[in-house]
């Protein structure tokens, strides 16, 4: 059973920066595909980006292409998301999720709000 913990959320000004980490346990990690979601109020949860499980390939979101960065740490079974010039429409629930054949997990969840 993997389980997942995400950490780094919190509250930014616009155009600030945060790192998001998700700690895996439980499972092998280098052969997980990893992404991280979000979902704001009311709105349907989205992927944000992806990575494989080399780290070798990423796939992100057109909204946040160019200002967010996904990476991984196999030695440490861990995932990143270092989020940049971040924007009031980045607000969100922020949800780490592993991928293993047809088997998803997900992750509690860590609070990401931009304002000012």
């Known amino acids: 059973q993997v389980q997942l913990v995400e950490s780094g959320g919190g509250v930014v000004q616009p155009g600030g920066s945060l790192r998001l980490s998700c700690a895996a346990s439980?499972?092998?990690?280098?052969?997980?595909?990893m992404s991280w979601y979000r979902q704001a109020p009311g709105k349907e949860r989205e992927l944000v980006a992806n990575i494989t499980n080399t780290g070798r390939s990423t796939n992100y979101a057109d909204s946040v292409k160019g200002r967010f960065t996904i990476s991984r740490d196999n030695a440490q079974n861990t995932v990143y998301l270092q989020m940049n010039s971040l924007k009031p429409d980045d607000t969100a629930v922020y949800y780490c999720?592993?991928?293993?054949?047809?088997?998803?997990?997900w992750g509690q969840g860590t609070q990401v709000t931009v304002s000012s």
């Open positions: 439980g499972f092998t990690f280098s052969i997980l595909i």
């Open positions: 999720n592993a991928k293993f054949l047809n088997f998803l997990y």
